[in-house]
């Protein structure tokens, strides 16, 4: 049974992350509430699993002209030095102290939206 929870879970985390609807957000809190993985080893594996998820998804909107392909070689030159930094930085902060930021953090990232007026509408 666990091995077709995990199943449904990435098959979920996939869907959604490639829809661009937090993907990631499942993912970690399965990782780290329903296994014995820690949330610094979650949020890795969370990382590592989008990777492949990341270059279809890209694909798939270059090839539909979705994304301006220049702006997206500025964000990622820029980004990958900020993702390795991010990496060093949470190797110096305790697990326990990573747990309640990712809880806070999806907290007001959930309040914001609750609460932000759709401007679509």
């Known amino acids: 049974m666990s091995f077709l929870l995990a199943s449904a879970v990435g098959f979920a985390s996939g869907i959604l992350a490639s829809m661009g609807m937090g993907g990631g957000f499942v993912l970690v809190v399965y990782l780290a ?4 993985i ?6 890795g ?8 998820i990341t270059v279809i ?20 030159v820029i ?3 900020a993702v390795v930094a991010g990496f060093y930085l949470t190797q110096s902060i305790d697990n326990q102290w990573l747990r309640k930021g990712f809880a806070v953090f999806i907290i007001i990232a959930g309040l914001k939206d609750l609460f932000s007026k759709n401007k679509e509408k």
């Open 33 to 36: 509430i329903f296994t014995d």
């Open 57 to 76: 998804a890209v694909y798939l909107h270059i090839k539909n002209k979705l994304i301006d392909v220049k702006t997206a070689v500025i964000c990622s």
């Open 38 to 43: 820690v949330q610094k080893g979650a949020q």
């Open 45 to 52: 594996i969370n990382l590592l699993f989008f990777i492949p």
């Open 79 to 81: 980004g990958l030095p």
